[in-house]
């Protein structure tokens, strides 16, 4: 199966500042990539994600990397702000459909 | 609001107990994914439903069970319950169609066992 690794586990920064978060996966044949933000007393919410054919992708604030070759891809929010604070999970799908989530990273953005 | 809804929210019972919980997919979306959230465990994958038909498990206990009916709500059962059961359970849902691949999750339901 696949194997998901999230670091770090818990991100502090400065409002308007940058917060970066970055996964690793072990399965070559993983085709999916989504990132999801979880409020507390809320489910996953998915708020970008990206195919193993594209190497890049960004929606405001928001953006992702992935490299293919080195099995890793990355969580980028820029200008940070309250609300931004939540738990984010990264995850990796292989091709029947099963998502393998990362630990997690409890993101608090100071204010 | 991911247009996935989820029942009960909160669910309390006791050791020994059997349980259902219910989900209703967003319009449209053909599968049904549930996944357990425990603080030691993580979010796991449970089991997978595509038109009522199962599709792929996961670490799913032989305690529980699921199923997708004709309309395309899915139920999961929970029996013998032990205390290590108390967690969060999510379903989510997606199209599995062309290029809808995305899994939106409800609100979860919170199983507390006593």
């Known amino acids: 199966g696949e194997n998901v690794e999230q670091h770090p586990s818990t991100l502090s920064v400065q409002e308007g500042d940058s917060a970066v978060i970055k996964c690793t996966y072990s399965d070559s044949a993983s085709n999916y990539f989504p990132w999801y933000k979880q409020e507390l007393g809320k489910g996953p919410q998915l708020i970008i994600d990206i195919r193993s054919n594209v190497g890049e992708k960004k929606d405001q604030r928001i953006a992702v990397t992935l490299n293919k070759t080195a099995k890793h891809f990355s969580l980028h929010i820029t200008e940070t702000q309250p609300e931004d604070s939540a738990v984010y999970f990264c995850?990796?799908?292989?091709?029947?459909?099963?998502?393998?989530f990362g630990a997690g990273t409890t993101v608090t953005v100071r204010a | 609001d991911s247009g996935v809804t989820q029942t009960p929210k909160h669910l309390i019972t006791a050791t020994g107990q059997r349980v259902t919980l219910r989900c209703s997919p967003r319009?449209?979306?053909?599968?049904v994914y549930w996944y357990q959230q425990s603080l030691d465990q993580g979010l796991q994958f449970l089991i997978h439903y595509y038109n009522g038909e199962e599709r792929a498990k996961g670490n799913i206990l032989e305690r529980f069970s699921a199923q997708q009916f004709p309309d395309l709500h899915s139920e999961l059962n929970l029996s013998s319950l032990e205390l290590g059961d108390s967690a969060l359970y999510f379903c989510?849902?997606?199209?599995?169609?062309?290029?809808?691949?995305?899994?939106?999750f409800g609100p979860g339901t919170r199983l507390t066992v006593t």
């Open positions: 989510a849902s997606s199209v599995d169609g062309g290029l809808g691949y995305e899994q939106y």
């Open positions: 319009s449209g979306d053909l599968s």
């Open positions: 995850a990796a799908r292989l091709p029947d459909y099963k998502l393998s």
